[in-house]
């Protein structure tokens, strides 16, 4: 039960919507060419100034959310948001302002830049990103590298710039995608229940509880192996944007052995319903 609720959960796509820059907290770091925050104001006001300062980096990075976006299976994602590298941090909410900078991307989610603590939280301490004049740098030993994406600290991924047309495509393609994977979660849970009532009834070595734990324990596989595959393809296609700091992130890998772990129960299960089948069928030709 656990793996179908995992399963479901992750093969739902995610939505969200951009609020706006006073309402909410910045994730971004004022890099090392902004202004920095002085220590000698109180504890309060450093945190509003820095949250302040951030999010007119977030827009001047060209990565303020404006927009619904969407995030399927930790692979893939579309997104809109704000660049304007002269804006205060505080958004016009005219239509035409945000027709004028609104830029459109696919978000890696797999892949972010290098991670700086213990719990790989990306703190931007060994690599500072930014935006200027239009174009993306890291800043890395005081020297700026230009580079082809975009970074979002909310996703910790890199996002490569496409055209409108380009996003809203990707954007139904992953709809369309998440749906299917949420049909097939639904047909696992269904088979689940299938076996549970063939056992209540006496109906242990059948053919359909076989065919259901091979089921489950490809179902349970399936997504930490379409999260690895997925991500590694996501790099093959956007190889020219990757430079040496961009790494695979954490989450596509550290918790895969769970998933893995519940398939190869499923896979026993099947091998000893099986092997009990046969051993059935032999018992009643020798009676």
Same mark, same amino acid.
């Given at each position: 039960?656990?793996?179908?609720?995992?399963?479901?959960?992750?093969?739902?796509p995610?939505? #969200?919507?951009?609020?706006?820059? !006073? $309402?909410?907290?910045?994730?971004?770091? =004022? &890099?090392?060419?902004?202004?920095?925050? =002085?220590? #000698?104001?109180g504890?309060?006001?450093?945190?509003?100034?820095?949250?302040?300062m951030?999010?007119?980096r977030?827009?001047? *990075?060209?990565?303020?959310?404006?927009?619904?976006?969407?995030y399927?299976?930790?692979?893939?994602?579309?997104?809109?948001?704000?660049?304007?590298?002269?804006?205060? *941090?505080?958004?016009?909410?005219?239509?035409?302002?945000?027709?004028?900078?609104?830029?459109?991307?696919? /978000? @890696?989610?797999? !892949?972010?830049?290098h991670?700086?603590?213990?719990?790989?939280q990306?703190?931007?301490?060994?690599?500072?990103?930014?935006?200027?004049?239009?174009?993306?740098?890291? +800043?890395?030993?005081?020297?700026?590298? =230009?580079?082809? %994406?975009? %970074?979002?600290?909310?996703?910790?991924?890199?996002?490569?710039? /496409?055209?409108?047309?380009?996003?809203? &495509?990707?954007?139904?393609?992953?709809?369309?995608l998440?749906?299917?994977?949420?049909? $097939?979660v639904? $047909?696992? $849970?269904?088979?689940?229940?299938k %076996? @549970? @009532?063939?056992?209540s009834?006496? +109906? /242990?070595?059948?053919?359909t509880?076989?065919?259901?734990l091979?089921w489950?324990?490809?179902?349970?596989?399936?997504?930490?192996?379409?999260?690895?595959?997925?991500?590694l393809?996501?790099?093959l296609?956007?190889?020219?944007?990757? &430079?040496?700091?961009?790494?695979? *992130?954490?989450?596509v890998?550290e918790?895969? !052995?769970?998933?893995?772990?519940?398939?190869?129960?499923?896979?026993?299960?099947?091998?000893?319903?099986?092997?009990?089948?046969t051993? &059935?069928?032999?018992?009643?030709?020798?009676?």
């Amino acid at each position: 039960m656990v793996v179908i609720a995992v399963l479901y959960y992750y093969s739902l796509p995610r939505y #969200s919507y951009g609020g706006e820059a !006073w $309402f909410r907290k910045s994730k971004v770091f =004022p &890099t090392s060419i902004d202004q920095q925050v =002085p220590d #000698s104001v109180g504890y309060q006001k450093y945190n509003q100034m820095r949250d302040s300062m951030g999010i007119a980096r977030e827009i001047k *990075n060209g990565e303020y959310q404006n927009g619904t976006s969407v995030y399927c299976m930790n692979v893939l994602g579309v997104t809109s948001a704000i660049y304007c590298d002269s804006c205060a *941090n505080k958004i016009p909410e005219e239509e035409d302002f945000i027709k004028q900078h609104e830029k459109y991307y696919l /978000v @890696l989610m797999g !892949w972010g830049l290098h991670y700086d603590d213990a719990e790989g939280q990306a703190t931007n301490k060994l690599v500072d990103f930014y935006v200027k004049n239009g174009q993306s740098y890291i +800043k890395q030993n005081d020297a700026s590298i =230009p580079v082809k %994406f975009v %970074f979002s600290h909310d996703q910790n991924a890199i996002m490569v710039p /496409v055209s409108k047309t380009t996003e809203q &495509t990707v954007f139904v393609i992953i709809s369309a995608l998440s749906i299917i994977f949420a049909v $097939f979660v639904v $047909f696992l $849970f269904l088979c689940f229940l299938k %076996f @549970l @009532l063939e056992i209540s009834k006496g +109906k /242990v070595f059948t053919d359909t509880n076989i065919v259901i734990l091979l089921w489950l324990a490809i179902g349970s596989a399936a997504l930490p192996v379409f999260i690895l595959l997925g991500n590694l393809l996501t790099r093959l296609i956007f190889n020219a944007y990757f &430079t040496q700091d961009v790494i695979l *992130n954490r989450f596509v890998w550290e918790d895969a !052995w769970k998933p893995l772990g519940l398939a190869l129960i499923f896979f026993v299960i099947y091998r000893a319903f099986s092997i009990g089948k046969t051993l &059935t069928e032999e018992q009643e030709l020798t009676i």
